[in-house]
C-alpha cells in the first residue's frame, strides 16, 4: 500500500467507524427504541457526531488528504475513498462544530415528534421542529454555498451530484408536461380496473411470511440481511454483510407487498458493493438517485410486471385466499398498476408518483428558496394536490405529515426519487435489448437480472457516479424521455388508448 | 459547578457516549444483527472500544481526575464519578491498548460463534474461541494483579467489590454444607408435586402477551423499555429512559414466565437509577451481585411467592387454557417452587440454583487459577454435576455449553447470582418486619414493594456499594444465613419436613 494512503487508512477507518455507529443509533431509533428515550439518546448522538467532526475536519487529516491528492500511486479505490473525504473536508469546514452536533441532536428527536405529531394528526406539534431544521439546512447550505451558488443546489448536490434546479426545472417540466396530460386522459378513459380487492383486514403476521418471502425471492439475502417493521419503511446498512429493511403492515395489499420489494432492491444495492469497498466511504451506494432507481426498479419494472407474477401468484394467492380467491392473474396485475390520483406518495402508482414528487419539489424550493414559512406548508401542499391530481388531503397525516424526510432535515432528497424511475426507465429499455426480460422473470429468473445490475452498478459503490453509471451501462447519457416513453407505453395499453 | 470538574465533565460525557454506543452494538448483536454481520461489525467494535480505551487513558483526562481527587469542594456525585474513572483507568492503564481492541473485535464474535455451536451441539467448534476468550481474561487479570493478588480475584472484584476467593470459599462451603443435604432430604420425601402441566406447546405470540403482561405488572415501564428476543435472555440499558430486556419463548411455561419477570427486575433497577445519575459512570446498578440481587428477588421472592400470583392466576389460566384449567392456584404455585436437580441454571429452583453457581465457581477457579484446559472443560462439567445435583448431561447444550458468559470473556461474573440471592433474602428478611409483604402482593401493589427497593437500593446506581446497601437498607453486614435459613424455612414447609 501507498506509504501516505497507509497513515490515512486508520483515520478512514475511524471515520466510518463513527459513522456506523451513528447509523446504528438512527436505525435503532426509528425501529425499537423506547418511545421516550429519544431526549437522553440524542446527547450521545450528539457527542458521537461531534467525534466525527473531528474525525474528519482535522489538521493531520486534511495533510494526508492533501498529500493523496497529488500522489499518482494510488490505487482507483484509494483515490476515490480521498476524493469522498476531501469532499465531506470541504463541506464540513463551512460548518461550526457546534452547530453539526446540535444539529445531529436534533434530528436524533425530531423524527420522534414527527411521528407523534403524524400519529395526532396535529401538525402544530411538529411546526416548530421543522422550522427549526429548516433554519439549520439554511444556515449549513449557505455556508457551504460558493460563488453566489443557490442553497437548494448546495443541498441537491448532496443527493445527487450534477443535477442542479436548471436540470430539475427542466426534468419537472417535462414531467408535468407529459403527465399531467396522460393522467387525464387515463381518468377519461372508460376502462375501469378492480382494485377493491386489494384492500381488507390482512394479519400482520401473514403479510410478513409474504414480505419475507417476496425479499428473498428478489434475491435478499436473510444470512447478511433482517427485516424490521418501522412507521415510515426504508433500508439501511452497516456494511454488505449487515443490510436491514424495514416494513409496515397494513390494509393495504399493494402497498405491503410492494413497500417490500422496493426496500429490497435498495438492500440488494448494498450487498452488491464490493468487498474491498464496504467499510469504506466509497462503500455504498453512488446516489440517492441511483438507489432508488434500483429500489423502483425492483418495486415497478420487476415487481409491477405480469411476467414476474406468473411463477408466483398462486402462491400469494394462497396466502391471502379471502382477498385473492376469484382474482385471476391479469386481475391482479392491472390492479396493481392502476393508476388513480392519490393523498400518498408511497402508496402511488407508476403514472401519478412522479406528480407527488414534483410538488414535494416546488415546495422545497418555496421553502429554502423562496423563504416561504413553514406555517404557510400545509394549505400549499393542499393546494398544489389539487392542482397536479385534482385531489386535497383532508388530513395533515394524508398530506404534509406523510412522509419522513423533513424531519431528518433531507431537503433535496426527493427529487431522487423522480430521477430514479428515470434512470431505472432508461437501463429497463438497454436491458431489453440484451435479454429476454420478461421471458426470464417468466420463469423466475430474477437473479439473471439482478447479476446484470450488480455487475454494472451494484458492485462500484460511490467509484463511479449516476451518470457515469448510466452511461458505462447504456452507452447513453441520462435521457428522461425513456422515462416518458415507458410510462406512455405501459398506460395507453393498460387503458386502451389510441 | 467546581472548576476542575467542569472541565472534566464533557470528557466523561465522551466517554459514556463511546461506552453507550457499544452497548447498542451489543444488544443489537445479540437481538438481531444478521448472522453473518459480526465479521466486518466487529472491525467497527474494535475502533469504538480504542476510542473509549483512549478516551479513558489519556493525560489530560488523568490530570483533571487528580485534580478532582484532591478537591473537597466537589458533591458527592462528582466524588463517584471520579471514583470510578479514576477505577477504569486503573484497569486499563495495565492493558495495552492494542490486546484491548483485539478482545473487544473477538468478543463481538465470539458470542456468535458460541451460539451456532450450541445448536450444533458441539464443543469443539467453540473450544478455540474459548480458550483465546480465557487467554485474553488471563492476561488482562496477570497485568492488573497488584502484590501478588490472584488472578481470579482480579475478576471478581469487577463484578462485585469487596468479595474475594476467601469469601466466597467461605460462602459456597456453607452453600455446599448446608443445601446439598436439604437437597437429598427434599428427594428423599413423600411430597410428590406435579409440574408436568408446564410443559407444552405454547404458542410464542401467547408467551410474548403474558411476558407483556407481567412484566408490566411488576413495573417494567413501556414507554422507556422494550422487550425482544435472544437466545439467551438478559437486560441492558442505554440509560434510565431506554432500558432493554429479552426473553426467549419455549415449551416451558415455568421458564417462559419467570425469565421475563427476572429481566424486568435488572430493568425495574436501571429505571430506578436517580436523574442526576444516568448518563454517568455511576448511573448503572452497585453491582453484578446486587442487580441479581434484584432480579432475582423480583424472580423469586416476589414472582414464586403465592400471595404474588391470588390477584392475576386467573388471568394466566385463561392464557394458557390448555395447560391450566384443571390446575388451581395451589397447584400452580407448588409447580413453580419445585425442587428437582436439572442440568439447566436459567430454568433450576431456588433450592438446586446455587449449586449451578457453585458448579461454575469451583470451574471458573480451575480454569484461571490452575490453568484447566479448555479441553478438559466438558469432563469436568459432567462430574461435577454428577456429585452435587446426581445428574450428569448428555448433550453439550445441556452442558457447558448452555451459557453465554465465557463466550463474553466474564469470567467472575457468576458467583453475583449466588451472592445476589443471599442479598435478596436479606432483604426480604428486612422488609418483611417493615410492610406486610405478602398481604401487599396479594392486594396486586407490586408498587409498593418496587417502590421501597427504589427507594433505598434503585436510586443510587453506584454512589454506594452493595454492603452499603445492604447496610443502610438493613441496618446490618453481609449475613448469608438469611439465605439459608428462608430456603430451609420455604422448601421444608413445601416438603413437609421436619
Chains 1, 2 share one sequence.
Not at 457527542?47 to 467532526?53: D, K, M, P, T, V
Not at 435489448?433 to 439473471?448: A, N, S, W
Request: with cysteine.
Amino acid at each position: 500500500m501507498n506509504e501516505t494512503f497507509e497513515a490515512l487508512k486508520p483515520r478512514l477507518d475511524r471515520i466510518m467507524a463513527l459513522k456506523t455507529a451513528m447509523i446504528l443509533f438512527e436505525w435503532d431509533n426509528e425501529t425499537l427504541a423506547p418511545q421516550k428515550a429519544a431526549r437522553l439518546t440524542s446527547n450521545v448522538i450528539g457527542i458521537l457526531s461531534g467525534e466525527y467532526f473531528q474525525a474528519v475536519d482535522d489538521g493531520q487529516v486534511r495533510e494526508l488528504v492533501k498529500a493523496c491528492q497529488g500522489d499518482q500511486s494510488l490505487t482507483e479505490v484509494e483515490k476515490a475513498q480521498v476524493r469522498e473525504l476531501s469532499k465531506e473536508q470541504e463541506k464540513l469546514a463551512c460548518i461550526p462544530r457546534e452547530e453539526y452536533q446540535d444539529f445531529a441532536r436534533l434530528t436524533a428527536e425530531s423524527t420522534r415528534i414527527w411521528q407523534e405529531a403524524k400519529e395526532a394528526d396535529d401538525f402544530e406539534r411538529f411546526a416548530p421542529t421543522l422550522e427549526k431544521v429548516i433554519g439549520y439546512q439554511k444556515r449549513f447550505a449557505a455556508y457551504r454555498a460558493k460563488d453566489g451558488e443557490k442553497k437548494y443546489d448546495v443541498m441537491l448536490a448532496d443527493y445527487e451530484p450534477g443535477f442542479d434546479m436548471e436540470l430539475l426545472d427542466a426534468f419537472f417540466a417535462t414531467i408535468k408536461k407529459e403527465l399531467v396530460p396522460l393522467l387525464k386522459e387515463v381518468q377519461a378513459s372508460k376502462v375501469l380496473i378492480r382494485d377493491d380487492f386489494l384492500r381488507g383486514d390482512f394479519s400482520d403476521s401473514q403479510q410478513e411470511k409474504i414480505g419475507r418471502f417476496l425479499a428473498e425471492y428478489v434475491g435478499f439475502d436473510f444470512s447478511k440481511g433482517v427485516m424490521a417493521t418501522s412507521a415510515h419503511p426504508f433500508t439501511t446498512n452497516l456494511h454488505n454483510h449487515d443490510v436491514r429493511i424495514t416494513t409496515h403492515y397494513n390494509d393495504n395489499l399493494d402497498s405491503s407487498l410492494f413497500s417490500v420489494i422496493h426496500e429490497a432492491g435498495h438492500g440488494i444495492y448494498e450487498f452488491g458493493v464490493r468487498d474491498d469497498l464496504t467499510q469504506t466511504l466509497v462503500g455504498e451506494g453512488a446516489s440517492m438517485g441511483m438507489h432508488e432507481s434500483q429500489s423502483r426498479f425492483f418495486e415497478n419494472i420487476i415487481g409491477r410486471n405480469r411476467s414476474f407474477w406468473v411463477p408466483i401468484y398462486e402462491k400469494i394467492r394462497e396466502a391471502f385466499p379471502q382477498a385473492l380467491t376469484d382474482i385471476g392473474l391479469d386481475m391482479f396485475v392491472n390492479a396493481v398498476n392502476k393508476a388513480e390520483p392519490g393523498l400518498i406518495r408511497t402508496e402511488a402508482d407508476e403514472l401519478t408518483y412522479s406528480l407527488h414528487v414534483l410538488i414535494r419539489y416546488e415546495l422545497e424550493k418555496a421553502l429554502i428558496e423562496e423563504d416561504m414559512s413553514v406555517e404557510d406548508l400545509p394549505k400549499a401542499w393542499a393546494d398544489k394536490y389539487e392542482a397536479y391530481l385534482g385531489i386535497r388531503p383532508e388530513t395533515m397525516k394524508e398530506g404534509v405529515l406523510q412522509d419522513i424526510h423533513w424531519s431528518q432535515g433531507s431537503f433535496g432528497y426527493f427529487p431522487s426519487y423522480a430521477l430514479g424511475s428515470a434512470f431505472g426507465a432508461q437501463l429497463y429499455a438497454h436491458m431489453k435489448k440484451e435479454m429476454d426480460f420478461e421471458g426470464l422473470l417468466e420463469e423466475g429468473k430474477v437473479d439473471r437480472i439482478r447479476e446484470y445490475l450488480r455487475e454494472h452498478i451494484h458492485q462500484y459503490g460511490k467509484l463511479k457516479d449516476s451518470r457515469q453509471l448510466l452511461k458505462d451501462t447504456t452507452n447513453e447519457d441520462f435521457d428522461p424521455q425513456y422515462y416518458i416513453r415507458y410510462l406512455k407505453e405501459k398506460y395507453k395499453k393498460l387503458y386502451h388508448l389510441g
